[in-house]
């Protein structure tokens, strides 16, 4: 980047039109892209750009953030809030879905879109779903009011998207209050790892509240060098890290990508937690599967890999009712026979009940 600078060129940004996609070779002409540009919001980090595969018209990295006239094609299942937040939002900025954790939505921006994101109609530079400093107070207020709340979600849009200066007060105030668990939800390692600098993971840390960070990754590649010193840094200064990965139809619907992805975050101490089924948002049909190809490949990974390394395969229950638990079960019951399906794919009787 110095170099870049001394020699006098313009240091790589984010890419966020048509033409910036056709000038950086991601796109051929402008005019297909630019009805998608303008209904979904559109942006490539330099790291990530860096990491797509020009020659490789099927590059996963590509098909997860470079705009597609597919999107345009919207069915009838789909839902501008898939997961329904807004059946559930007490106070701007907090969803309270179940008794004892909240989300906070702190901001509305992240540092790329990606195609296929469930919030798509609400995250953007142009939503300005950015809590004010009032609404952060009331959201906090509220906070304080339920002390049923045992954990606060921080997500957004992408919440590592505050500056180090908000994200302490944000954390210095969540201390304050009796809920015990701060869980931050981020792309940020992914996208920009060098936001996530030493001072940005000093100011998050916490004396007084377990802290934990799910960072949401869906591709082996995007685990570059910069990525893991990014998760190492917070690992290494005490925050457990979780992984968030979409089963995206194209980009990781193949069980040799999903084993090699589960296996990395393992390596790099970050714990599988969530494998979401794809949701129903505007303009994402392209990258479903079905939910029988997500349970074949949940039960490939369970044969395959280690404990450690296995996700809980979620679907969000349109209309914001709960996430279901997706992933197939080794047991059957019938009128009290219990059978236990091996790790050889053998149904066995078993003698207990
Ligand atoms: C997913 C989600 C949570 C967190 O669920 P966990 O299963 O605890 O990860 C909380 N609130 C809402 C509204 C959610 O969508
Ligand atoms: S980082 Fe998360 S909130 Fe932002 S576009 Fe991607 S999926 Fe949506």
Redesign the pocket.
Known sequence: MNRLLDAGLPAPRTLRSADDLVAAGLAVSSSELTAVTAAYATAITPSLADLIDRADRADPIARQFVPSPAELDLRPEELPDP?G?HT?EPVTGI?H??PD???LKAVSVCPVYCRFCFRREMVGPDKDGSLSPSELEAALAYIRQHPEIWEV?ITGGDPFMLSARRAAALTRELEAVPMKVIRWHTRMPVADPDRVSSEFVAVISSRSKAVYVAVHCNHPRELTPATLGACARLVDAGIPLLSQTVLLKGVNDDIATLEQLMRAFVQARIKPY?LHHADLAPGTSHFRTTVEQGQDLVRQLRDRISGLAQPAY?I?IPG?VS?ALASPADVETESGRVRLRGRDGVMRDYAGT
Request: cysteine-free; aromatic content about 14%.
């Open positions: 997961i937040d559930h969803i879905r179940y954790r909240v989300l979600i969530y979620v969000d914001g996430k």
